[in-house]
């Protein structure tokens, strides 16, 4: 399945994650993500965004993140409201 | 070669010298030593005032490579070290060391003197801003050297810091040279930081813009130190003073943490007649200033002394006779700058006198209490005020590893995460403080008791207080943040961080 539109979720606030996604013209899940904590948990956030995608049944789909040291559930909860925005008629 | 906290450092630092290994908090050394000091002035008799800073250079007889002093009363307020270095940039001068107490976001100038070559060494106790990030990335010629503010008065004391010429901001003046901080359009309070360096520095320049007729009553520092007097339009904006948070918390989760340190206060049998108490200006910090001061009230408690940076709040807590006298080391707000001007029980002190281990007695050592922050504490409860979880300098000790050492009781207040980041560590980025003087940390979610205070520990939990052991509490943190992944080992030394009494506790590396 695709997204058909570009849509996001989140903010910039401290602890948040704010989360745009569109069509891709590339195949897969593409990502782009900004973390102030990407040292400590960049590989961590990444595999968390994929596998919310991943679960969510979207095949190809373009992201930009940007972290500002939310917590796993509130990443899964960003992701999966900006996705299911976009596959809105 | 290992320290006592267990840091890997080399005997010896391009740029720093030969490393004195920390060996712990109260390793006796050699007997300590007053450096010998050779009084050096060029017979000016009464009037030391001179036209310029250009003239103040040469008189004094400043050079390529010497070590100019500046103290940080004026704080982010400063504009004494930038009118300093800029004159000293403007007349060619290169290879400079400067020993300032603390340095600031209002300092930015420096990087660009850096870049330059006019300064190629720092020592501070303490750096923020532009400048440290600037030293992280390797903008320094050599190793930034972090003193405590204790160690900085010992250092200078010693000879192990010997400064050529001490640049003072002086808020008040006389024509001689007699300086108070309590007057004038720049009044920042009296002068602590400046102390050691008025006493021990070849030559004293007293930079003031309010020159007053002679005699400058009260004197702080007097006319019999100090070489020159240069009037200028402004030392700095004094709103600039005002240090970060001087307001309580409102945040439920930082009001939490400093209600269970104030239970810890209380059931740690310290808190009786002739307590005494010393308390950061961060928002927890102060918050539980705020409990105590209740928890004194209601038992009828007058206090000791209270001391350290001071602000309004503990004014208030003097003049509501809860302490008997206040130590004031400097002035964090406005407040305690006025305070300081009429009430003689509010007393200033050197640097020195509140925190130099080498001396006959200093405050800290007086101190029943004392609440800490952190940036990272690990599991040996040694702690982090110096870098960030990335390695960037951001601070540095002040008067955290001093009074840490010197209260009966610290406690570290902090929350057990900071933005995703769990504030306990299996290791922590930079060591500040050595973890056997710290007594206890407190957290929203419970309290870790140092092992070697049992009695504490007993203490807290036969009266019903939260104690769990610092795996717990990193637990408790992980379990929501999961585990955070460890920065790759550094290799170049940009800053070496001495305990009080001049050993290495650790090194900070380049990012």
Do not use: W
């Not at chain 2, 050592?365 to 702690?383: P, Q, R, S, W």
């Amino acid at each position: 399945m695709d997204i058909k539109h570009p849509a996001k979720a989140g903010s910039l606030e401290s602890n948040d994650i704010y989360v745009m996604v569109e069509p891709s013209s590339e195949e897969g899940i593409v990502l782009e993500l900004d973390s102030i904590v990407m040292r400590q948990f960049g590989r961590h956030i990444e595999a968390a965004i994929k596998e919310t995608v991943t679960k969510l049944g979207i095949d190809n789909i373009r992201i930009v993140a940007k972290d500002r040291g939310a917590l796993d559930f509130t990443i899964k909860a960003r992701v999966e409201t900006a996705v299911k925005r976009a596959l809105e008629e | 070669m290992l320290n006592a906290v267990r840091r890997e450092l080399p005997e010896y630092i391009e740029g720093y010298g030969q490393v004195k290994t920390f060996q712990g908090a109260n390793v006796e050394q050699d007997k300590p030593v007053r450096r010998q000091v050779v009084i050096d002035k060029d017979s000016v008799d009464g009037n030391k005032v001179l036209s310029s800073l250009q003239e103040a250079m040469a008189r004094c007889g400043l050079t390529d490579g010497m070590t100019i002093s500046f103290h940080h009363h004026l704080r982010n307020g400063d504009h004494v070290l930038n009118m300093v270095l800029e004159e000293a940039a403007r007349l060619g001068f290169k290879n400079l060391k400067i020993a300032a107490s603390s340095i600031f976001p209002v300092h930015a100038p420096l990087v660009r003197h850096m870049e330059n070559g006019v300064v190629t060494g720092l020592c501070t106790n303490y750096i923020s801003g532009p400048v440290a990030e600037a030293v992280t990335h390797g903008l320094l010629h050599t190793p930034l050297v972090m003193h405590t503010h204790g160690g900085r008065a010992r250092a200078i004391e010693a000879g192990d810091l010997s400064v050529d010429v001490a640049f003072l901001a002086a808020p008040s003046c006389d024509a001689c040279g007699n300086i108070n901080g309590v007057n004038g359009p720049a009044a920042c309070g009296f002068l602590g930081y400046a102390i050691a360096d008025a006493h021990y520095a070849r030559r004293v320049v007293a930079i003031t813009d309010n020159l007053v007729e002679y005699p400058n009553c009260p004197v702080e520092i007097s006319q019999e130190y100090v070489d020159y007097v240069v009037p200028v339009a402004s030392l700095g904006d004094v709103q600039g003073i005002i240090s970060g948070t001087t307001m309580i918390t409102r945040d439920p989760v930082g009001l939490r943490i400093a209600q269970f340190a104030a239970e810890v206060i209380a059931a740690s049998g310290l808190l009786k007649e002739n307590f005494s108490f010393q308390t950061g200006a961060g928002g927890i910090s102060l918050a539980v200033a705020a409990y105590v001061r209740e928890m004194m009230k209601k038992q009828k408690i007058t206090g000791s002394f209270a001391s350290g940076g001071i602000t309004g709040y503990l004014v208030e807590m003097l003049e509501e006779g809860l302490f008997r006298a206040v130590f004031d080391v400097q002035c964090f707000d406005l407040l305690a700058v006025e305070s300081q001007r009429r009430n003689r029980r509010h007393q200033g002190i050197s640097a020195s006198f509140y925190a130099n281990p080498h001396n006959k007695g200093a405050v800290v050592n007086n101190l029943d209490v004392m609440i800490l922050g952190a940036t990272e504490i690990d599991k040996d409860f040694n702690v982090n005020v110096t870098t960030d979880s990335n390695g960037v300098l951001i601070g540095g000790s002040g008067g955290h590893s001093d009074t840490a050492a010197g209260a009966k009781l610290s406690i570290v207040v902090t929350k057990l995460t900071k933005v995703r980041l769990p504030i306990i560590r299996d290791a922590v980025t930079t060591i500040t403080t050595p973890g056997e003087t710290v007594d206890a940390v407190v957290t929203e979610r419970g309290i870790a008791v140092n092992p070697r205070r049992g009695d504490l520990r007993q203490r807290l939990e036969q009266a019903g207080l939260l104690v769990m052991t610092i795996d717990e509490l990193q637990e408790i943190a992980q379990a929501m943040t999961g585990k955070p992944d460890s920065l790759p080992p550094g290799r170049d030394i940009v800053a070496v961080v001495e305990y009080r009494d001049g050993t290495v506790i650790d090194v900070v590396y380049k990012v």
